[in-house]
């Protein structure tokens, strides 16, 4: 799989997701398809909008993150397995319990 620089955005299609569950599977340059964060034009929500949101704007020039864009608006984000945090994992933790709240204007 090809390593785009820092940042770059990735086209939805191009990589696949890993299953976190088995962490001896992932390696470390596989993407981690970071759940709550993603949608399209006929998908997702308001409040995986705001949580994407909210995730790129406190994570989203870390290295290793990137959002994924593609056909009929899909946004999401994308994290490198080398560069996924303790910070993130806790942050996700906390969304899967307690999404931010969906009063934020509906526009990615």
Known sequence: MPCPDDNDD???GDYFEVNISDPGKVQPDDFIIVPYLGGSDYSGDSV???????????????RGVHE???GHGTYGIAVRADCFTPEMSEYL????VYPIPHDIPNSH
Do not use: H, Q, T, W
Request: aromatic share 12%.
């Open 10 to 12: 990735l086209l939805a």
């Open 93 to 96: 933790e906390r969304l899967a």
């Open 48 to 62: 995986n909008v705001s949580n994407y949101r909210a995730f790129k704007k406190r994570f989203g020039d870390c």
């Open 68 to 70: 994924i864009v593609g």
